[in-house]
């Protein structure tokens, strides 16, 4: 097993956690949560498997969902911001995602902080959207997939610069 490999494994196995013990009891003015499981999603290496990502994207939602009891909307949107993760990519970093010389840990850059903030954007609004599903409750959807994208930027961020690995 390579490195990589085991990075990945840990940082599953430790934002499912946190996400299922910390996150989820966490409901700031009785409707907004941070879902920074989803990190899992964006920090994967760009060069890796796809279907892996999405296997693995798919048994993150699912968990993510029985513990919360939610029916299937962490996987689907789980599932899809997978699929949609490359053009986010080539949005946000144009030839640099060609020659995947793209690190989402590394500084804070207007290009990561673009495809940090469409991904959880994208990932929150099919969540709400799922959840509500009815056409009368689309503006509270969308003010709720706002507050969160918010705060789960900012929780997403602080996770990613505490635990950012040391440079040698």
Known sequence: MNSALIINIIRFVLLLAAQVVIFNNINLFGYINPYPYILFILLYPVNSNKSALLVASFCLGLVVDLFSNSGGIHTAACLTLAYVRPTFFKFAFGLSYEYQTVKINDRLSPERF??????????HLILFLLE?????FILSALWRTIVCTIFTLIVSILIIYIFKPNKK
């Open 132 to 136: 509500y599903f009815k056409f009368s």
């Open 114 to 123: 673009t495809f940090i903030l469409i991904s959880i954007a994208t990932h």
